[in-house]
């Protein structure tokens, strides 16, 4: 799998660095470069004999993340993180009387020639639209709901699953209710497209989430979390994009205010939310990667009156390296030229690397970890062990 990653995410990161060239964007030039240094070899890396509470582990992760949504070692990353929120919420939600889980699938016909990000407004126009029906407000369900897309030969398959705590959802009432929010969003964003399937409905799913009886509550409910809230795409999905789209992803997911929400608690799950973080965050410590790695916040106006393309307005070399040291991540991504940007930041994932791989020695003592490339390196215990030998 992580040697899988690895290859995916360099042919995207490829394919997104010849896309700005053409393009002339050198912020999403900027962007393949830090994927493809997110998925180089000696980035990534595997590890066995990793120990928690509940036992012995192996995994695999990267030394420093570049955090992209394009990148397919680091959207995995976002989507355990959400499964833990979810599965935590969820959990600590009390069934009604009345209520029984259910797994509900909404699905947007795919509109031709709309971009990806267009067709999640729709999505997003639609669902707004639906969520404020009568009989949605009188089943008052409480869950979480995770929008996905996928492309495909004429344009984006946008869907959404949800798992609810409801009363019984009439399955036509609920399909055509849906339909009509589906026309009166293509209709609010300028798209003529008629839904084509012979009852002219569109597609949706609602089915318990305790199918199985051989397995518990929790058990049954892990099951449609994990169904529910997987990866908003494949990573190798990406790679079947247009030029302009993923360009567009690339752009959108540097300014996440761009995309519509693609994870939501609806009902009175939302007083859960707060301890479904609080239990997430306390699973993170139980896992190999925890958290996007970043060299901080960029403070306010900390590049105003520097020249970064004249050295001499920084007064040396080495003070402008030093300035441009000092910028967060995003910032440096937008007003440092190209050269200082690639020294700066090969200097920073070097020193996160380092800081990364002594952390991962101290808190996995008894692990041993070793890099797509072939370096190895041990947890303190077992530096300890090989000495005492």
Not at 243 to 263: I, K, M, Q, Y
Not at 269 to 292: V, W
Request: charged letters at 30%; hydrophobic letters at 40%; a positive charge.
């Amino acid at each position: 799998m992580a040697e899988l990653r690895s290859r995916i995410g360099l042919q995207l990161a490829a394919r997104l660095e010849a896309a700005a060239s053409r393009a002339r964007d050198e912020i999403a030039w900027r962007m393949a470069r830090d994927i493809a240094r997110c998925c180089d070899s000696s980035n990534v890396y595997v590890a066995s004999g990793m120990q928690n509470e509940y036992g012995v582990f192996d995994g695999t992760a990267t030394l420093w993340g570049c955090g992209y949504l394009l990148c397919p070692n680091c959207h995995p990353r976002d989507a355990r993180r959400l499964r833990k929120r979810a599965r935590a919420v969820l959990e600590s939600m009390a069934v009604l009387v009345g209520e029984r889980m259910r797994f509900l699938t909404l699905t947007l016909p795919t509109a031709r020639d709309v971009g990806l990000l267009k067709s999640h407004e729709i999505f997003k126009t639609a669902w707004e639209l639906f969520r404020k029906l009568k009989f949605w407000v009188e089943l008052r369900p409480s869950g979480v709901v995770r929008l996905e897309w996928q492309p495909n030969g004429d344009g984006f398959h946008v869907h959404a699953h949800a798992v609810l705590s409801v009363k019984k959802i009439d399955f036509d009432e609920c399909r055509e209710a849906w339909g009509k929010c589906i026309v009166k969003a293509w209709a609010h964003h300028g798209v003529d497209q008629k839904i084509v399937t012979r009852s002219g409905l569109p597609f949706i799913n609602i089915k318990f989430t305790y199918d199985r009886k051989d397995r518990s509550r929790t058990e049954n409910l892990r099951d449609a979390v994990a169904e529910a809230v997987k990866y908003i795409t494949k990573p190798t999905s990406w790679l079947a994009l247009s030029d302009a789209d993923l360009l567009a992803v690339a752009t959108a997911s540097l300014e996440r205010d761009r995309l519509p929400r693609s994870f939501e608690v609806i009902g009175r799950a939302r007083q859960s939310s707060r301890l479904g973080e609080a239990q997430a965050a306390r699973d993170d410590r139980r896992i190999l990667d925890t958290g996007l790695l970043s060299d901080g916040e960029a403070k306010k106006n900390l590049s105003d009156g520097v020249e970064w393309s004249n050295v001499q307005s920084a007064g040396s070399l080495a003070a402008l390296i030093s300035r441009a040291m000092a910028l967060g991540r995003r910032e440096a991504l937008r007003v440092l030229p190209r050269w200082l940007w690639i020294q700066v930041t090969t200097a920073k994932i070097a020193r996160e690397q380092e800081r990364r791989r002594e952390g991962l020695s101290y808190r996995y003592s008894q692990a041993v970890f070793t890099t797509l490339t072939g370096d190895e390196w041990r947890g303190v215990g077992v530096r300890s062990a090989i000495a005492l030998l």
